[in-house]
């Protein structure tokens, strides 16, 4: 649908802002940490089954283990810091062969490893291990460049 | 046997009073038996906006603590309606004086009565609301395109949810088209998708609604009204679902009607 009409109102009716979208997208936002912050149990029991599941591969630290919502610039995301302290032998070979890529696509695993040893890198006192978007990890790599060159 | 709906919105002055009042009048033009149920106590209105302030004798409270013989005497009937009642709310009263376990009997008595129990719900999330949504069979929340009404419905629909009242259904009142069009009002779309629950349908601004009110005499008995045809609309789904789904009624503004004029489709994407 050609709109002659709001073409002629953004020519002669002056250049009002399109506050539509501010309002859809801070809506969006406010409510993903609303609904999690109004459901008590919600973030509660997340945790619980994050470190049910981490536990079967790595020991970690689950009492200085951080997480939460964060607002970063225009999304938001869940945040886990989680020290580990060591990784099952067992569990590293079992998932090494049942997680085996395909030959097709071996180079699968790789930005993995290198997220990984960027978070070693950056905090020695333990090793993290992130759970963010990729975008969200790439912004987060380039702001920590940012802030110590 | 008849059904509970309850008018609900978490924000206050969205038109949750002003939606029961045509709900009711609309659902009793079309031969249903209604009651309306004034549930915000202490800050009663509903009788105001039907016009019917001034024959009350008995009021929720007294139904409730038992001062009146059966319900049926604190009853308002609406004369100008063939089968459409007010059971008001006690306006020196506060919201405790009822509880949702008398609630929630007190609305299984009142739908083996009626078609429709309309309850109008006060704003907020706390004991009045939880009165008003206790017997309540289905839900209608009523919203505004605008951020800080959205916000509390999605919490509505939340505490709804918790207390399995499942599927409410999403009536977007004051809307304003050309604004929408303009980019300067959420659309119907966004409002659907941040909230994610069925549209029962859509009330256009109309400030026919302020004189409706000032004679105490609801929109939807206009038939020029186009919020009143709005209203028309919904009481058509509410009464068969299978009826077409929700849509903006006709525009009529001078504007409006330019637009259509100058507005040519050239592509498949329409508005909305």
Redesign the interface.
């Known amino acids: 649908m050609f709109d002659f009409f709001s073409f002629f109102n953004r020519i002669f009716g002056g250049s009002r802002e399109d506050t539509r979208s501010a309002a859809r997208d801070r809506l969006r936002l406010v409510l993903v940490s609303d609904r999690a912050t109004v459901a008590p149990h919600l973030m509660e029991s997340l945790r619980n089954e994050l470190i049910e599941v981490i536990s079967r591969y790595m020991e970690i630290d689950t009492r200085s283990m951080q997480m939460g919502l964060e607002r970063h610039e225009g999304a938001m995301a869940l945040a886990a810091n989680i020290p580990v302290r060591s990784v099952h032998r067992s569990s590293a070979e079992m998932a090494a062969v049942s997680l085996a890529p395909p030959p097709a696509a071996p180079r699968q695993a790789q930005p993995e490893a290198s997220e990984t040893a960027d978070a070693v890198s950056a905090r020695p006192e333990a090793a993290t291990a992130r759970l963010e978007s990729p975008r969200l990890a790439a912004r987060r790599r380039t702001r920590r460049h940012k802030r110590r060159p | 046997m008849g059904k509970v709906v309850v008018i609900t919105s978490g924000k206050g002055g969205v038109g949750k009073t002003t939606c029961t009042a045509n709900l009711g009048a609309g659902l009793a033009l079309g031969g249903h038996s209604v009651l309306l149920v004034d549930g915000d106590i202490g800050l009663r209105n509903l009788d105001l906006v039907m016009g019917l302030e001034n024959r009350i004798v008995f009021d929720l409270v007294d139904v409730v603590e038992r001062k009146c013989r059966t319900f049926r005497q604190a009853l308002i009937k609406d004369k100008r309606f063939e089968n459409l009642h007010l059971l008001p709310a006690a306006q020196s009263r506060d919201k405790d004086a009822v509880s949702p376990e008398q609630m929630q009997a007190l609305c299984a008595e009142l739908k083996q009565a009626f078609d429709f129990v309309l309850i109008d719900s006060p704003a907020g999330i706390e004991h009045g609301f939880r009165n008003a949504v206790a017997g309540a069979d289905e839900a209608i929340v009523v919203t505004n395109p605008?951020?800080s009404a959205?916000?509390d419905a999605?919490?509505i629909v939340?505490l709804l949810e918790a207390q399995e009242k499942s599927n409410p259904r999403l009536v977007i009142n004051r809307y304003k088209q050309d604004m929408?069009?303009?980019?300067?009002?959420?659309?119907i779309q966004?409002v659907k998708e941040?909230l994610g629950i069925e549209l029962l349908g859509i009330v256009p601004e109309d400030e026919g609604i302020l004189s409706a009110s000032n004679k105490g005499q609801p929109a939807v008995m206009d038939r020029a009204s186009r919020a009143g045809e709005a209203y028309r609309q919904i009481v058509a789904r509410l009464v068969d679902p299978s009826s077409p789904p929700a849509g903006m009624p006709a525009s009529d503004s001078w504007m409006d009607r330019?637009?259509r004029v100058?507005?040519?489709?050239?592509?498949s994407?329409?508005?909305h």
């Open positions: 605008e951020v959205i916000r999605d919490r939340g929408a069009r303009r980019g300067q009002m959420l659309s966004d941040i330019l637009r100058f507005t040519v489709s050239v592509g994407s329409g508005a």
